[in-house]
């Protein structure tokens, strides 16, 4: 008799183990989040404890200093600042991107997909390059400023660059869709028969607003924040190239540390803080929010 | 009367379609009043409008005399029970039925007591706390119930609301909505096409035919005297005849089918000499003999059975009167006594009518 081949051999492993499977299916994901992100984390983890080497590196000596070096008021300041902007980027894209996915949602079907479309339209080109072209609008001799002074608005230029509010507007520009997306799914979904009976037991626009549409796209809402606020407190490019130094948030600590200060193990210490605050943070936003459960219950 | 709601030559129009024409209805207080037509005739944007989701693009709309036509939903006095009936899924049943009342300055305590009272009405104790799609269908539609009635509107509206629910269900719920109406003395409009629902609970009846209103009054008016031949179609079955007055005298009119019958119908005040005119008869209203009856009823005619369907209690036959007229007669089920009244296909009879059974339709 023929020995069987091997993916006979497999077949039959996964029927007689059927438990088993999920991980065969997800094996490749599996290997592929083990290697590229669980295990850098462990290294990262490690290094956190060690010092520094004198030429970059690590030497093998266990120490808290990292961890006690963070408390210095110069990078908890930073570490505000960066919660600070995250958060009100995330209030921001709230309040602009929940009345534009509104309108999109309740456009034609036509239009709304040249809107959509749109929306997503800047991806088209790496928000490195859009970031820089904020520089040529915002600065002391750019466009923005160039008018101004044109329209005899302004007598010498603004300064606009290198400040927390040109990083807000690049943070807010650069994740709109992470925003409305979200919204817009949560949204379309909603039965305008709802809001339409909302109106008929005497609700006005804003109280319906309030009590019918924001509890009804609450999941978008919280996807929306989250897909935002992550990405901004971790964010080092728009910050880099629209804050400077001056306004320096904790991703380009991270990447001063790895690049140019040459200590790995500071700026592993520092990401591991960073990424304990988040989790903590948005642990508590679904918590307050009473994400799960009334998640489960629009359902 | 005393007037609930008036429609003044309302009309509606959706860029090229005209959804409602010209439609003038008044509606008394604490009337149950149907919008009755087949699906897209209109009748769902004429309750849209009386509740304020559409303006009119002509004509007024008066709730309790005075015109409501540029208010906002919430601005009037007016609520609706969806066809889906569109519980907030967020919210408990409580909470559904309190959604309006904060609206309104209710007291706190009073709240609780209106609450209570509201779910006692719909037979809801103890299914406060649930959501609502841990009900059944029947409960959901009691919910919205409950939900627009605690507000006290001036009119309730109810776009077919028993649409969803299985027949036996629905019986039941027709016969609760209009005993529920009838306690609590709430105008209702209710818009359905199912007919039998209309003539069970409505006190009159609007019969819509693309946008325009055919003909609005009692059950019984509208089932025995249809003004057009829509009418007569859409509410139970008729039979169709058309034909010429050859002679029309103080009394009556002498008519020629199309198929060859000479008809003798009661004359109405219109001259109708030599003109065409058209009549229906319901299929009850006719009587049958055997081929050897002897009677000497007028309108009375020769033809065979084509069709029978025995129905117990009833037996529906499918009677040719001539190559152009075939009638449906619907008989009942009488006692042994008479039961040379069952006939078989292929039987010759005598099909007969009385004059005023016959009525004469507008088109």
């Known amino acids: ?299 | 009367m005393d007037v609930s709601v008036e429609l003044r030559g309302v009309t509606k129009r959706f860029d090229d379609i005209i959804a409602v024409n010209n439609m003038s209805l008044e509606i008394a207080r604490g009337e149950f009043f149907s919008l009755l037509g087949p699906s897209g005739c209109g009748k769902t944007t004429t309750l849209r409008l009386v509740a304020g989701f559409e303006a009119p693009t002509a004509g007024e709309i008066l709730i309790n005399n005075q015109d409501v036509s540029d208010k906002r939903p919430y601005e009037r006095n007016v609520n609706t029970v969806f066809q889906n009936y569109a519980l907030f899924p967020h919210l408990t049943v409580v909470g559904n039925i309190r959604f309006g009342l904060e609206r309104k300055k209710v007291a706190k305590h009073q709240m609780g007591d209106l609450i209570d009272e509201a779910l006692d009405l719909v037979r809801l104790q103890g299914m406060a706390d649930r959501y609502p799609h841990q009900l059944s269908g029947g409960q959901q539609q009691r919910v919205a119930l409950a939900r627009a009635l605690i507000l006290r509107p001036e009119v309730l509206l109810l776009d077919e609301p028993l649409g969803a629910l299985d027949l036996k269900l629905r019986k039941e719920m027709q016969l609760e909505l209009k005993t529920l109406q009838e306690k609590i003395g709430i105008t209702f409009i209710y818009v359905t096409h199912d007919q039998e629902e209309a003539l069970t609970m409505s006190d009159r009846i609007a019969v819509i035919e693309q946008g325009v209103l055919a003909q609005a009054g009692t059950p019984e008016e509208i089932y025995e005297f249809p003004r057009t031949r829509f009418v007569a179609d859409f509410i139970g079955v008729s039979n169709f005849f058309s034909g010429k007055v050859t002679r029309q005298d103080e009394t009556s009119l002498h008519i020629n089918t199309d198929g060859g019958l000479r008809v003798i119908l009661t004359a109405d005040d219109r001259n109708r000499e030599n003109q065409s005119v058209h009549f229906s008869i319901r299929p009850e209203k006719f009587m049958v003999e055997p081929e050897t009856g002897r009677s000497d009823w007028e309108n009375r005619f020769p033809g065979f059975i084509k069709n029978r369907i025995y129905l117990g209690d009833s037996i529906h036959y499918v009677i040719s009167l001539s190559d152009k007229e075939t009638i449906t007669v619907f008989l009942k089920n009488r006692s042994s006594g008479q039961r040379q009244a069952i006939f078989s296909q292929g039987d010759k009879v005598y099909v007969s009518w009385l004059r005023e059974d016959a009525i004469i339709l507008k088109d």
């Open chain 1, 1 to 299: 008799m023929k020995k069987p081949g091997l993916r006979i051999m497999i077949l039959k492993f996964f029927n007689r183990h059927e438990n088993l499977r999920a991980f065969g299916i997800l094996s490749p994901c599996i290997f592929w989040i083990g290697v590229f992100f669980l295990l850098p984390l462990v290294f990262m983890g490690v290094y956190s404890f060690l010092e520094k080497g004198l030429y970059g590196g690590v030497r093998w000596i266990f120490t808290w200093e990292n961890y006690t070096r963070f408390m210095d008021p110069l990078y908890l300041k930073i570490l505000l600042r960066t919660f600070r902007l995250s958060l009100i980027t995330t209030l921001i894209l709230l309040i602009v991107g929940y009345p534009m996915a509104y309108r999109i949602a309740r456009a034609g079907k036509r239009w709304r997909n040249i809107l959509l479309f749109l929306v997503v339209l800047p991806f088209w080109t790496s928000d490195l390059i859009r970031t820089y072209a904020w520089m040529l609008i915002l600065r002391d001799t750019g466009l923005l400023n160039g008018l101004l002074q044109v329209l005899h608005i302004t007598g010498k230029p603004l300064t606009m660059l290198y400040t927390e509010g040109a990083i807000l507007l690049g943070l807010t520009y650069v994740y709109l869709p992470f925003m409305v997306l979200p919204l817009y799914a949560s949204i379309e979904k909603l039965d305008s028969s709802l809001l339409e009976a909302a109106e008929d037991l005497g609700a006005t626009p804003f109280w319906r607003f309030l009590k019918v549409t924001v509890p009804l796209t609450k999941s978008g809402i919280l996807a929306g924040s989250l897909l935002v606020f992550i990405p901004s407190v971790g964010v080092f490019v728009v910050s880099d190239l629209l804050g400077g130094a001056k306004a320096m948030m904790i991703g380009n600590l991270v990447q001063l540390q790895f690049g140019p200060a040459r200590n790995w193990p500071f700026g592993s210490a520092a990401s591991f803080i960073l990424m304990a605050i988040v989790l903590i943070a948005i642990f508590m936003y679904l918590k307050f929010a009473g994400g799960r459960e009334a998640l489960e219950e629009v359902r």
